[in-house]
């Protein structure tokens, strides 16, 4: 059966739910004040009669959470014509921009989000979402964030860039486009990563033989362990050697989520030269040298290497 289209709605930001006898439903629902019923029923997030299951419950405390990480540095941002400019890499379902448009740029009138996802199927789907919602500073491509970062139609320059958990390696290509937009701020929610523990797990009986640090990767799944966290510590000595400053929390409680580590960086110029040192010793160390020109392109040379 095929579906007839539904009229365009006004901007949900516009369309609150009416208060309910039972008193407030934002706050039944635990809500931001001002957040869109219609939104979130359209994001199947609420149910048709305005409920919560437990998986959607957790998915709106995750994304809420996370946007309240993202106000600030949105305020943060120096003024920009026409509003920031943020990038959603790996948006899936766009929960997080739709949520961020409604919360922050919608009622701003200004600034754009821009979703970057491979499945051309949930692009098309957000994109007729948005211009139902009338959220009209939103667009969607159907690109993989490493294409993303030289695609024409993108933007030369990004404020902010945010990743939550995108897949796999898609985290890394996300920081690979930031620093080529120049943006200002990321805010990444890491997923599982393969690429390291892979290679950990390539050199292990070497790496054995070398030395009894080895030891916390021997076991299959320490291997995945540390590779996961040595990606993540890799990942924000790379950013400070950039010139940002990284801060590493919590996303949610870990009933929420498993993946639930928030890295924040914000630009300030300020390129450590001692993160640099510290990332390709680790490199080192770990037996990684071959991500040194595929995922952590712009580090300078270390310090002891022979001019050109
Ligand atoms: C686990 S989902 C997360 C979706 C969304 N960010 C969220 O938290 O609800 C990961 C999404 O990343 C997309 N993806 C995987 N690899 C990608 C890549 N290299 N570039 C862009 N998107 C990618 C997948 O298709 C999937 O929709």
Not at 18 to 36: E, W
Not at 60 to 79: D, G, R, T
Not at 203 to 230: D, F, Y
Request: aromatic share 6%; with cysteine.
């Amino acid at each position: 059966m095929t579906r007839r289209p539904r009229p365009a709605a006004p901007a949900a930001h516009a369309a609150k739910a009416p208060p309910t006898a039972a008193g407030d439903l934002h706050a039944q629902l635990g809500l931001r004040p001002g957040q869109s019923i219609e939104l979130l029923k359209a994001l199947h997030i609420l149910t048709r009669d305005g409920r919560l299951n437990q998986d959607s419950r957790r998915k709106l405390k995750q994304v809420n959470h996370l946007v309240q990480f993202i106000e600030p540095v949105l305020a943060a941002l120096p003024p920009r014509e026409g509003g920031p400019l943020l990038a959603d890499h790996g948006a899936g379902k766009s929960y997080l921009g739709f949520m961020l448009y409604d919360l922050w740029f919608g009622p701003r009138g200004e600034g754009w989000v821009y979703g970057i996802e491979t499945r051309a199927e949930l692009v098309e789907r957000a994109q007729a979402l948005a211009a139902r919602l009338g959220f009209e500073r939103m667009r969607f491509l159907p690109l993989s964030a490493a294409d993303a970062a030289h695609d024409a139609a993108l933007p030369a320059r990004f404020d902010v860039v945010t990743a939550l958990h995108a897949c796999d390696t898609a985290t890394d290509d996300a920081i690979a486009f930031a620093l080529h937009k120049q943006a200002r701020a990321l805010v990444l929610v890491p997923c599982c990563q393969a690429e390291v523990a892979a290679s950990l797990r390539q050199h292990k009986a070497l790496q054995l033989a070398r030395t009894p640090l080895a030891e916390l990767w021997r076991h299959p799944l320490h291997t995945r362990e540390i590779g996961s966290q040595l990606t993540n510590v890799l990942r924000c000595l790379y950013l400070e050697s950039q010139g940002y400053a990284v801060t590493v929390t919590e996303l949610v409680g870990w009933e929420h989520s498993l993946k639930n580590e928030l890295i924040i960086a914000t630009w300030t110029g300020h390129k450590k030269r001692s993160a640099a040192q510290r990332l390709h010793a680790l490199l080192e160390q770990f037996g990684l040298q071959a991500l040194r020109a595929t995922r952590f392109a712009a580090l300078p040379p270390p310090a002891c290497d022979p001019p050109p």
